[in-house]
């Protein structure tokens, strides 16, 4: 933003119009745009945002999704995400078998109905790492059972992009991946 204004009037540059610091002029505008300095600075509309829409400060982003999904191009969903891609893809296989290709526009056409929007090519990402784990996509599909494979197939991810994790942060990516739901089968294993 500092580099557009100087561009669109160069003489901002000694003293930012009278208000010495960029932050501080922009501040003062007015007509609905904000700023906040955190992270290097942020300059908003806030008709159409909030300071509750500024990325979270790195050191408070969850490292171990972050980390696996930079290395990996694993895609940068939640948990929960991950968790409605395995509902929706085990619903419409126990539907009728579907072509990779319905399936995955189905997958995420479900995924926003359900309030986790979830693009195709990242539906897409996980069927792929289910064909790399030997997963077979039919009416037997259980959530669990693909979130297993897929589970899998990013451990296997992260094993040849050498990531080493102890177990605590194992159990995160599992946990993560799996969108919570071989943490509950593991449970419910337990108790029987």
């Known amino acids: 933003m500092a580099h557009r204004a100087l561009t669109a009037d160069p003489s901002l540059k000694t003293d930012w119009g009278g208000f010495g610091k960029f932050g501080t002029g922009v501040a003062q ?6 700023y906040a300095p955190a992270q ?3 300059v908003w509309d806030a008709k159409r945002f909030s300071s509750e829409d500024l ?3 790195a050191d408070l982003q969850p490292g171990i999704e972050e980390q696996v999904t930079r290395v990996t191009d694993v895609p940068a969903l939640s948990a929960a995400q991950f968790r409605q ?9 126990h539907e009728h078998p579907l072509n990779r290709t319905e399936l995955s526009r189905l997958v995420r056409d479900d995924c926003v109905s359900a309030g986790q929007s979830v693009s195709r090519n990242a539906v897409n990402f996980v069927l792929q790492g289910l064909a790399y784990a030997n997963f077979q996509l ?4 259980t ?3 693909l979130a297993a494979a897929w589970t899998a197939n990013v451990e296997e991810l992260c094993r040849m992009a050498l990531l080493e994790f102890d177990a605590a942060e194992k159990s995160a990516v599992r946990r993560w991946a799996s969108g ?3 943490e509950s089968t593991q449970t419910d294993d337990a108790r029987d």
């Open 29 to 34: 505008i007015g007509r609905s745009v904000e």
């Open 40 to 42: 290097g600075g942020w």
């Open 55 to 57: 990325p979270a400060p």
């Open 85 to 93: 891609v395995f509902l929706a893809m085990a619903a419409r296989l």
């Open 138 to 141: 039919n009416d037997q599909a």
């Open 143 to 145: 959530a669990a059972d």
């Open 180 to 182: 919570g739901l071989l």
